[in-house]
C-alpha cells in the first residue's frame, strides 16, 4: 500500500543549471548529507526558508522542485 509523497526534483534542477550537489548545499547553507536527504525524499520535513534558499540558488519557483505523487491506495 503505497502513500501519497511529495517528490524532491532536485536532480533534475541540478542537471538543468549545471551545477554539483556540493555547490547548491553551499549555497543553501546546510549540509551535503542533508541535501541527500532532500534529493533521496527521505526528509519528512523541509523549512520554507531553506526552501526559498533553494529556489534563490536553482532561479526556479517552489513548483519546479516539488511534486506530489498518489499513492496506489488514493487511486480510485
Known sequence: M??????????VML???KMSVSEL????????ANMSI???GKAK???VDTLCKLCK?????????????KGESSQE
Not at 2 to 11: H, Q, S
Not at 25 to 32: F, H, L, P, Q
Open 45 to 47: 520535513a523541509v523549512k
Open 15 to 17: 542537471a538543468r543549471r
Open 57 to 69: 540558488a536553482l532561479d526556479c519557483q517552489p513548483g519546479d522542485l516539488l511534486e506530489y505523487q
Open 38 to 40: 532532500l534529493k533521496t
Open 2 to 11: 503505497d502513500e501519497d509523497r511529495i517528490i524532491f526534483n532536485i536532480d
Open 25 to 32: 548545499a553551499d549555497r543553501v547553507g546546510i549540509t551535503v
